[in-house]
C-alpha cells in the first residue's frame, strides 16, 4: 500500500505518459492496461491525434488503486470496479457496506467448512471467468 503511494510520488515530472511509459512506472504490462480501461470506468486516458493513449497522472493513481485492490486486497474485477465507483460517489450508499460484508464472509471462511466451499467456488468461477477475458484478449493481439 505505501510503495503504491510511494511509487506515484516519484513519477517524473510530465503531466502526460504513454502507455509504455506506465506499464514500466506501475509494472504492469500493456496488454493489462488496456484491459483494465475497457472493465474500469474510472480508467480513461485520452487519445492523442494520432490515436495513443495518453495518460494522465491521476489515471497512474488509479493503476496504481486497481493493482493494490486485484493483487494485494484480493478483489476480483468486479469488487475492485464497484469499489472504485464507491470511493467516487458513484455508487448508492448502501453498496459499500455490502462490499464490506462479502470481505468480511470471506474472511471468516477457513473457520466454517461449509459457506468456504461455496465461497471458494464461487472465487474459482470469477476467476475462471477473469482468466477467459484475459485469454481472449492475449489472442486478439
Avoid: C
Avoid at 460517489?89 to 464490506?100: C, K, L, T, Y
Avoid at 470471506?106 to 476467476?127: C, I, N, T, V, Y
Avoid at 477467459?132 to 486478439?140: S, Y
Amino acid at each position: 500500500m505505501a510503495s503504491a503511494a510511494q511509487a506515484a510520488r516519484e513519477l517524473p515530472e510530465k503531466s502526460l505518459f504513454r502507455i509504455g511509459e506506465v506499464s514500466r512506472l506501475t509494472a504492469t504490462k500493456t496488454f493489462v492496461l488496456r484491459y483494465w480501461e475497457s472493465e474500469f470506468p474510472t480508467l480513461q486516458p485520452v487519445k492523442s491525434p494520432s490515436g495513443h493513449r495518453l495518460y494522465r497522472r491521476e489515471d497512474i493513481e488509479t493503476v496504481f488503486e486497481i493493482k493494490r485492490l486485484l493483487y494485494e486486497e484480493g478483489f476480483t474485477i468486479a469488487g475492485a470496479r464497484k469499489h472504485l465507483a464507491d470511493q467516487n460517489g458513484a455508487s448508492e450508499s448502501g453498496s459499500r457496506g455490502e462490499a464490506r460484508h462479502s470481505i468480511d464472509r470471506s474472511a471468516e471462511a477457513p473457520a466454517k467448512h461449509g459457506p468456504a466451499s461455496r465461497a471458494h467456488r464461487k472465487f474459482l468461477l470469477d476467476l475462471h471467468e477473469e482468466l477467459l477475458a484475459v485469454l481472449t484478449l492475449l489472442e486478439r493481439e
